[in-house]
């Protein structure tokens, strides 16, 4: 993770040095399990260390409560109670919390608490303005899909459950809308890329399993995580978008991290 905190940490002082605004909006784009939050920590430390006002946003924070996400689900479509893509975001929280971050004084920064599926009630007091944005997700900074590439299902849940396509293009369209004006507050972007879609589900498990042992530690139940067969059938709801990303990301972000299996920088 060495190397790959002295590239980006690099490339954002390069770019700040030049940019006209405060504060500037580093977005960290990775599949889920590829090391965005680990980077994001990292990098908010060697920064505070140096003086700077930090804040680091992840876009899981901004889900959807649950009972919004079930509103979606009985109104625009049943696998929108499912947390994950475009459209399951509070986006206009989202923005709020950007520009709070501008100002003099607290900006509180929303969590959301995965062990239960919806936002936590206890928030992150930030003291604005802050120097830099660490804004962190595993679609940050994606841009929609041809209409086109929406009409043949990628797997099983897609062929299955959104057989008309309804779900996929409900998401297409909000990542399309409101998504493009929260990702346009980002100055620079940084993909980490996977070698695949396939190692994501390995990556996901190894999520999972850090949770549990997390809960253990707090005394907490652990019911609510979920096995391997569960998550092999979760990350099909980010598949599309995550294979876009890693089709499209490359040729237009500031910097790409290309990773191996074991998360270690296979190139730049």
Same mark, same amino acid.
């Given at each position: 993770?060495?190397?790959s905190?002295?590239r980006?940490?690099?490339?954002?002082?390069?770019?700040?040095?030049?940019?006209?605004?405060?504060?500037?909006?580093?977005?960290?784009?990775?599949?889920?399990?590829?090391?965005?939050?680990?980077?994001?920590?990292? /990098? $908010?430390? +060697?920064?505070?260390?140096?003086?700077?006002? #930090? !804040?680091?946003?992840?876009?899981?924070?901004?889900? &959807? %409560?649950?009972?919004?996400?079930d509103?979606?689900?009985?109104?625009?479509?049943?696998? /929108? $109670?499912? +947390?994950?893509?475009?459209?399951?975001?509070? #986006? !206009?929280?989202?923005?709020?919390?950007?520009?709070? &971050? %501008?100002?003099?004084?607290?900006?509180?920064?929303?969590?959301?608490d995965?062990?239960?599926?919806?936002?936590?009630?206890?928030?992150?007091?930030?003291?604005?303005?802050?120097?830099?944005?660490?804004?962190?997700?595993?679609?940050?900074?994606?841009?929609?899909?041809d209409?086109?590439?929406?009409?043949?299902?990628?797997?099983?849940?897609?062929?299955?459950?959104d057989?008309?396509?309804?779900?996929?293009?409900?998401?297409?369209?909000?990542?399309?809308?409101?998504?493009?004006?929260?990702?346009?507050?980002?100055?620079?972007?940084?993909?980490?890329?996977?070698?695949?879609?396939?190692?994501?589900?390995?990556?996901?498990?190894?999520q999972?399993?850090?949770?549990r042992?997390?809960?253990?530690?707090?005394?907490?139940?652990?019911?609510?995580?979920?096995?391997?067969?569960?998550?092999?059938?979760f990350?099909?709801?980010?598949?599309?978008?995550?294979?876009?990303?890693?089709d499209?990301?490359?040729?237009?972000?500031?910097?790409?991290?290309?990773?191996?299996?074991?998360?270690?920088?296979?190139?730049?």
């Amino acid at each position: 993770m060495g190397s790959s905190l002295d590239r980006v940490e690099a490339l954002l002082r390069q770019r700040m040095a030049v940019a006209g605004r405060r504060p500037f909006v580093l977005g960290i784009c990775g599949a889920q399990g590829s090391g965005k939050s680990t980077l994001a920590d990292g /990098l $908010a430390q +060697r920064l505070a260390a140096t003086g700077l006002r #930090v !804040a680091v946003l992840s876009l899981d924070d901004l889900y &959807l %409560t649950r009972p919004e996400r079930d509103a979606l689900a009985r109104d625009v479509h049943p696998m /929108l $109670a499912t +947390r994950g893509v475009p459209g399951t975001h509070d #986006v !206009a929280l989202g923005l709020s919390v950007l520009d709070g &971050l %501008t100002q003099a004084g607290p900006t509180l920064l929303p969590r959301f608490d995965k062990a239960v599926d919806t936002r936590a009630a206890t928030r992150v007091r930030v003291e604005g303005p802050v120097d830099v944005v660490l804004f962190e997700g595993w679609c940050v900074g994606a841009v929609p899909q041809d209409a086109a590439a929406l009409s043949v299902p990628v797997n099983a849940l897609e062929r299955d459950r959104d057989a008309d396509g309804r779900w996929r293009r409900h998401v297409n369209q909000c990542l399309a809308a409101e998504y493009q004006r929260l990702f346009g507050r980002i100055d620079a972007l940084v993909l980490l890329a996977a070698p695949d879609f396939a190692i994501v589900r390995d990556w996901r498990i190894q999520q999972e399993e850090g949770l549990r042992a997390r809960l253990r530690r707090e005394g907490k139940p652990v019911d609510a995580t979920m096995s391997d067969a569960q998550v092999a059938a979760f990350i099909q709801y980010y598949e599309r978008l995550t294979r876009h990303i890693l089709d499209e990301m490359p040729g237009r972000a500031d910097l790409v991290l290309r990773l191996d299996a074991g998360r270690g920088l296979a190139g730049i």
